[in-house]
């Protein structure tokens, strides 16, 4: 199966042990690495440096680099839709019938049978949460149903946290068409007119609007519309990347997951892992996160 794994600059060395774990567990011959090129800012050279610096790190490993720009979203404000509009056309940047997508600050802690099912992670907040209001909005509107949520011995449950999935050419292209002839329109530029004028919003109310979940639409498609009878296996949430696993941790872990950016993890803990970073390619690093702090202010 192909393996693919997104990435951006604020994630370049997460995404090395993200390699690292891939090639230990999974031992693919190839692997596809589809770049945020459009968040490069100050990093001129960061998708030809994140192109050396793999390929030296794993050079028995081809690597298959595609751009983010290659799809016309220019005007998509913010990285995190970008990425959750990828996977939707994923089918567009990979070859073969299907694939492994895997976001790129996911390191696996052991191998997981993840073909065929539906992952997901239990949710303490219940089904009247805001968030899980808006994440149901957006299924329900998008796929024209009444169920915009999936439910585990009748209790909510959310596949979003869960950044990894098997998807195929086929269930894309489906979910798409089935988009595109409800809202008679094309399914990114209905996207990038929702964020526009705020039908789709980030973590905020009010529970009228929709929040993007790329995952609960996937899987909405799967179970409400195609009426797949898929598993539904709990595999937990992403652990912090930079932690040791102690007596605290479920067992067994699959995998951890970091919502930080590598400069907040440090350089000191990546080198421990991967071995020596060149100081030049950490500072370049250090200094995008710093401008990209600064513009979001």
Same mark, same amino acid.
């Given at each position: 199966?192909? @393996?693919?794994?997104?990435? /951006?600059?604020?994630?370049?060395?997460?995404?090395?042990?993200?390699?690292? &774990?891939?090639?230990? /567990?999974?031992?693919? #011959?190839? @692997?596809?690495?589809?770049? $945020?090129?459009?968040? &490069?800012?100050?990093?001129?050279?960061?998708?030809?440096?994140? &192109?050396?610096?793999?390929?030296?790190?794993?050079?028995?490993?081809? /690597?298959?680099?595609?751009?983010?720009?290659?799809?016309?979203?220019?005007?998509?404000?913010?990285?995190?839709?970008?990425?959750?509009?990828?996977?939707?056309?994923?089918?567009?940047? @990979? $070859?073969?019938?299907?694939?492994?997508?895997?976001?790129? $600050?996911?390191? /696996? =802690?052991?191998?997981?049978?993840?073909?065929?099912?539906?992952?997901?992670?239990?949710?303490?907040?219940?089904?009247?949460?805001?968030?899980?209001?808006?994440?149901?909005?957006?299924?329900?509107?998008?796929?024209?149903?009444?169920?915009?949520?999936?439910?585990?011995?009748? =209790?909510?449950?959310?596949? +979003?946290?869960?950044?990894?999935?098997?998807? +195929?050419?086929?269930?894309?292209?489906?979910?798409?068409?089935?988009?595109? +002839?409800?809202?008679?329109?094309?399914?990114?530029?209905?996207?990038?007119?929702?964020?526009?004028?705020?039908? @789709?919003?980030?973590?905020?109310?009010?529970?009228?609007?929709?929040?993007?979940?790329?995952?609960?639409?996937?899987?909405?498609?799967?179970?409400?519309?195609?009426?797949?009878?898929?598993?539904?296996? #709990?595999?937990?949430?992403?652990?912090?990347?930079?932690?040791?696993?102690?007596?605290?941790?479920?067992?067994?872990?699959?995998?951890?997951?970091?919502?930080?950016?590598?400069?907040?993890?440090?350089?000191?803990?990546?080198?421990?892992?991967?071995? &020596?970073?060149?100081?030049?390619?950490?500072?370049?690093?250090?200094?995008?996160?710093?401008?990209? #702090?600064?513009?979001?202010?």
């Amino acid at each position: 199966m192909k @393996i693919a794994l997104l990435t /951006f600059p604020g994630h370049t060395f997460q995404t090395t042990l993200s390699v690292k &774990s891939v090639i230990k /567990f999974y031992q693919p #011959e190839s @692997i596809y690495i589809l770049v $945020d090129d459009l968040a &490069s800012n100050t990093w001129k050279t960061y998708t030809q440096d994140l &192109s050396l610096w793999l390929t030296s790190c794993f050079p028995n490993t081809t /690597f298959i680099f595609k751009l983010y720009s290659e799809l016309d979203f220019e005007d998509c404000p913010a990285g995190w839709w970008r990425a959750q509009l990828i996977k939707l056309y994923s089918d567009k940047f @990979i $070859d073969g019938d299907e694939w492994l997508l895997i976001d790129g $600050d996911i390191v /696996f =802690e052991r191998v997981a049978s993840l073909k065929n099912i539906t992952p997901y992670t239990c949710r303490t907040m219940g089904q009247d949460s805001a968030v899980a209001q808006l994440h149901a909005n957006y299924v329900k509107q998008l796929l024209g149903i009444e169920q915009g949520h999936l439910t585990v011995n009748g =209790e909510y449950v959310a596949t +979003s946290p869960v950044p990894f999935r098997v998807l +195929s050419r086929t269930m894309l292209q489906g979910l798409r068409d089935l988009i595109e +002839s409800n809202h008679r329109g094309n399914l990114l530029k209905l996207h990038l007119q929702w964020f526009r004028d705020q039908t @789709i919003i980030a973590y905020e109310d009010p529970p009228t609007r929709m929040i993007m979940s790329e995952w609960e639409l996937i899987e909405g498609f799967r179970h409400h519309v195609l009426k797949e009878q898929l598993p539904m296996i #709990e595999v937990g949430s992403g652990y912090p990347i930079d932690k040791p696993i102690n007596g605290w941790f479920p067992e067994p872990v699959v995998y951890k997951h970091s919502y930080q950016r590598d400069l907040s993890i440090g350089k000191g803990f990546f080198e421990g892992q991967i071995g &020596s970073i060149p100081n030049e390619l950490w500072n370049i690093a250090a200094h995008w996160q710093t401008e990209y #702090e600064l513009n979001k202010q």
